[in-house]
């Protein structure tokens, strides 16, 4: 499994506000539950969940972890057998169970507030994405891992997805055809299927496969924005 990782796309991001609030939940959870053996679990889970954050998981060692929650890398592997071990528990304790329902809540919300017109609003999104990129892309790529590995875990996560993002996406863009705002002989799951193609597909390119290519972002993000608002424009626009 970690092997992957190096080869796994960030593709789904935390937004900045998100990733702040992932911050002081993890703080909370590792100041609340130092302590006694019964509570070591979630110590160490909680730890491992900042430090591959922070670092990384290949850059991450158990003794980095034990020492940082306190214990040692025999209470560690009391608890997670391997770090294999160890990193599954972070995604399916953490990642899974809250880091990634919170952050499509806030994609969510982000659709929800579109209101200052549909290539504002897709530059300013995008230009979150990206900035988010950075703040949790090890968490990120292990939760893509996790999705491609396991059946179980797609099947929710994609439920969740469906409710936090593809549904609040089609209502707007629905609207926005009601409005005479987008073009109306694709239907606005086409249209969605457009959208998520040319922002997944630039955040693939940008961080992933050329990430040392000359990227100018503002100019990529406008590009991106006109091209779907033009693409998706109605005849009479």
């Known amino acids: 499994m970690l092997s992957d990782l190096n080869y796994i796309a960030n593709t789904i991001s935390f937004s900045n506000d998100q990733a702040t609030a992932i911050q002081l939940l993890m703080s909370e959870r590792s100041s609340a ?8 679990h979630l110590d160490i889970l909680w730890t491992a969940v900042e430090l591959f954050g ?17 214990t040692t ?14 990193v599954e528990a972070v995604m399916r304790e953490a ?22 017109g549909l290539v504002a609003w897709h530059r300013s999104l995008l230009h979150e994405r990206m900035q988010a990129t950075g703040k949790a892309t090890e968490l990120t790529r292990l939760l893509l891992v996790e999705l491609l590995r396991d059946e179980t875990v797609r099947k929710q996560f994609g439920k969740q997805w469906q409710s936090a993002a593809w549904k609040p996406l089609v209502a ?15 239907d606005a ?10 922002n997944v597909g ?8 050329a990430p040392g290519a000359r990227w100018n972002d503002e100019q990529d993000i406008a590009a991106i924005a006109e091209l779907f608002a033009h693409g998706a424009r109605p005849a009479n626009g």
């Not at 539950?33 to 070591?40: D, H, L, M």
């Open 33 to 40: 539950r130092r302590g006694p053996a019964p509570t070591k």
């Open 172 to 186: 707007l863009l629905v609207k926005l055809q009601g409005e005479n705002k987008l073009r109306t002989d694709l």
């Open 95 to 116: 990642v899974i169970a809250q880091l990634a329902p919170a952050s499509l809540n806030a994609l969510r919300q982000a659709i929800g507030e579109a209101q200052d």
């Open 73 to 86: 890398e025999r209470t560690l592997f009391k608890h997670f057998a391997s770090k294999d071990r160890l």
């Open 202 to 209: 630039h955040l693939v390119g940008r961080f992933i496969l």
């Open 54 to 70: 922070r670092q990384g998981v290949g850059q991450t060692t158990t003794r980095q972890i034990a020492a940082a929650a306190n």
């Open 189 to 198: 799951a086409a249209l969605a299927r457009m959208f998520l193609s040319l």
